[in-house]
């Protein structure tokens, strides 16, 4: 595996979810579904490159799901009460 496509992933799984707090936070829509958007992109990149190499070290395998876990009720979570968010992202004139 070349060490700079894992060096970009692992951070991305990592950090990624991460932007979606301030996003949230400060209520900006358009940042929540980018956020949103890109947590989803890189966590199936980063399993679908990782994915043979994590069922071979039980360990690592263990935090990356449960990292996975606490990402997907995250992300369910803003999702149901995302409810709010119009379809349009501007505001009727």
Do not use: N, Q
């Given at each position: 595996?070349?060490?700079?496509?894992?060096?970009?992933?692992?951070?991305?799984?990592?950090?990624?979810?991460?932007?979606?707090?301030?996003?949230?936070?400060?209520?900006?829509?358009?940042?929540t579904i980018i956020s949103m958007t890109l947590t989803a992109a890189?966590?199936?990149?980063?399993?679908?490159?990782?994915?043979?190499?994590?069922?071979?070290?039980?360990?690592?395998?263990?935090?990356?799901?449960?990292?996975?876990?606490?990402?997907?009720?995250?992300?369910?979570?803003?999702?149901?009460?995302?409810?709010?968010?119009?379809?349009?992202?501007r505001k009727p004139k």
């Amino acid at each position: 595996m070349d060490t700079v496509t894992l060096a970009t992933i692992i951070p991305l799984f990592i950090i990624g979810p991460l932007a979606i707090a301030p996003a949230f936070a400060w209520k900006s829509r358009i940042g929540t579904i980018i956020s949103m958007t890109l947590t989803a992109a890189s966590h199936i990149i980063f399993w679908l490159i990782m994915g043979s190499i994590l069922m071979r070290e039980l360990g690592i395998f263990t935090y990356a799901a449960a990292w996975e876990i606490v990402t997907l009720v995250t992300i369910s979570c803003i999702a149901v009460d995302a409810r709010e968010i119009p379809w349009r992202l501007r505001k009727p004139k």
